[in-house]
């Protein structure tokens, strides 16, 4: 079984002079020096004291010096966390401090997320611009650590029911086996250029990374900035002439309202892959009529398990669609199961919880032994894994998406526990009572309305720019509410618990929905 | 000027702020760097004001300098429609 590290020994052994990462700003890495440069990383952590099994924290912008690390870390047996560089630094702090980094690699913009010597004990930390430059321009191999594809590769943290982030644990195997998927169905070469719009703490990046490194092929990192510019995004896409693009619809969305695509001959693209949210129809057929060159396939499943159904989109899709593609078949490499919540198989057709089992199913969450028994079924000696998602079959078209039962919504691709929102609403000094509420939106995806009473001594309520303010320094951007509904004190049931159905009825009624 | 002014704030309030006050959303206050417009809605308040003032802007007018107020914003209309 192979390792994401011997993806990049064999291509640099294959290809040492072909580009393998190029920068947001223009510089490019080739194959050999990507390898050298990680390796001396890999020398240097394990040096200091990293050993296999530790966790090592990145909290950096995309850059080739970013991937450097990941692959660094990777050498040196450890795994990588990979930490969103512009969120709240408490949430980072928190994510660090919870999987217990051994050691952390930052600029000196995200120094200040470097946990305290009393929480979390470093063996080395590392600041881009100085001490990293440093260990990576020596000629240092990389340590003799065996290469154990069953050893985690990355921990990726997404919303928490509870309010904390939870780590998803990925090892190796788990991610090999998606790549090695990827190059069964999406034939891809060293003469491809692969976009890399979504960043590395979210599990979209894995398809980018390494099934170019796999075959040699060059990654184009799409910065923060860039990303949310969707005219410099179209222009970046033809001045590249990228083969493949992989994003969220709603960045897609973008280029497609915003980007001025007839300005720009995007004919070298070949597939146009898409995945983390519906994808609503209307602007699907916009972006297919303005590229109507590639292949264009939904791919769908949770960090947990990377993609694990996917559907291709037929060419020309018709004027009068509205209902969502399918999110279409079992990926080789999973086995899907779809049970009543009491457990029984569904008769096809009928709507189910969907269950995946298989090599790219992960680890269980970090530290977290109450969401691991309720996250896993265990049933003909396999595990299980529960995704929360809603589905039905058809045979045509395979697995359709029907929602979830839970409070776990999907926004811009990100993945969002509506009570890590509320979470963040309660820690408002004049926040009384703080309920968010999802609805279905024809042109956005999703809206979240927040509703809120404050404290009877707290004086006025907060304007909404000031929450909008608030939210903006305690929730990632994506978790900031569309909207917000102050009451004097909330609906509650007869169980006195907030009464969330009677809020969801009234936004349905204002055709919120 | 002021009635460009409350056009751009009219739209802001309509479309990102449903319910505010229009006295909270005054011309300097900043819109991006306080978290009231992200990406997304900025993309959308810069396709708005070139359609409606029948400009075209570039990436580099609307950086922060001269697109995070309202008043910023009026001003740099204002620049455009003289050019």
Known sequence: MSTLVDYLSSSSARWPDRTAIVDPGGDALTYAELDRRSSALAGFLAARGVAPGDRVGVVLPKSATTVTALFGIMKAGAAYVP?????????????????????????????????????VPLAASLVVGESFD?????????????????????????????????????????????????SSVFTPSEQD?????????????????????????????????????????????????????????????????????????????????????????KHLRQVQRRWPGPDYYNLYGPTETNVCTFAK?????????????????????????????????VTPGEEGLLYIAGRSVFQGYWNRPVENSAAFLSRDGRRW????????????????????????????????????????????????????????????????????????????????????????????????????????????????????????????????? | MNDMKETIRQFILKTYLPGESPANLRDDTPLRTSGILDSLATLGLVSYVEKEFGIELEAHETGLESFDRIEDIAALVERKRAQ
């Open chain 1, 385 to 513: 894994y529960n995704t929360g998602d809603v589905v039905r079959w058809h045979p045509d078209d395979g697995f359709i998406y029907a929602g979830r039962r839970d409070r776990m919504v999907k926004r811009r691709g990100y993945r969002i526990e509506l009570g890590e929102i509320e979470r963040g609403l309660y820690l408002h000094p004049r926040i009384h009572e703080a309920a968010v509420i999802a609805m279905p939106d024809a042109d956005a995806g999703v809206t979240i309305t927040a509703f809120l009473s404050c404290h009877q001594d707290a004086g006025r309520a907060p304007s909404i720019v000031e929450m909008k303010t608030f939210c903006a320094s305690h929730l990632p951007g994506y978790m900031s509410p569309d909207r917000f509904v102050f009451e004097t004190s909330l609906p509650r049931t007869s169980t006195d618990k907030v009464d969330y159905q009677s809020l969801r009825r009234r936004l349905a009624g204002q055709g919120a929905a």
């Open chain 1, 83 to 119: 930490i969103d560089h512009s969120a709240p630094a408490e949430r980072g702090r928190g994510i660090l401090t919870d999987c217990q980094v051994r050691a952390v690699i930052v600029d000196a913009h995200s120094r200040a997320l470097m946990p305290s010597a009393s929480d």
């Open chain 1, 313 to 345: 989109i037929p060419p020309g899709i018709p004027d009068d669609r509205d209902t969502p593609y399918p999110i279409g078949f079992p990926c080789a490499h999973c086995e899907p199961l779809v049970l009543e919540a009491d457990g029984h198989e």
């Open chain 1, 193 to 281: 250029r692969f976009s890399s719009h979504a960043p590395f703490h979210f599990d979209l990046s894995v398809l980018d990374l390494y099934v170019a490194i796999k075959h040699g092929a060059a990654v184009h990192l799409i910065s923060e900035e860039l990303g949310k510019n969707p005219r410099e995004l179209a222009r970046f896409i033809a001045a590249n002439r990228l083969t493949v693009w992989y994003s969220t619809p709603s960045i897609l969305t973008l280029l497609e309202q915003f980007g001025h695509l007839e300005a720009q001959d995007c004919s070298s693209l070949r597939l146009v892959l898409f995945a983390g949210e519906v994808f609503p129809v």
């Open chain 1, 134 to 182: 440093a260990a990576v321009a020596e000629a240092r191999p990389a340590p003799d650590v065996a290469r154990d594809a069953s050893a985690l590769a990355y921990i990726l943290y997404t919303s928490g029911s509870t309010g904390i982030p939870k780590g998803v644990m990925l090892t190796h195997d788990n991610a090999v086996s998606f790549v090695d998927w990827c």
